[in-house]
């Protein structure tokens, strides 16, 4: 669940879909039930927030695409 926000970083940046209905379709049920949990939601990050930081990291150290 830490790692929830990072997803869409990872999806946004390497234009890679993670194939959830296909391979993972109990951990992305599992995933949304523990996101509707309000003690997890206020502790994670915002996904757009992490995103923008996933860019800034990527422009620091990564030289080319």
Not at 3 to 11: I, K, S
Not at 31 to 60: F, G, H, N, T, W
Request: overall charge positive; some cysteine.
């Amino acid at each position: 669940i830490p790692n929830t926000p990072w997803f869409y970083a990872l999806e946004t940046l390497a234009k890679w879909k993670i194939p959830w209905d296909g391979e993972f379709p109990r951990l992305q049920g599992w995933m949304k039930r523990c996101l509707e949990r309000e003690s997890i939601k206020k502790i994670l990050q915002d996904p757009l927030k992490v995103s923008e930081y996933a860019i800034q990291l990527r422009e620091a150290f990564v030289t080319s695409d």
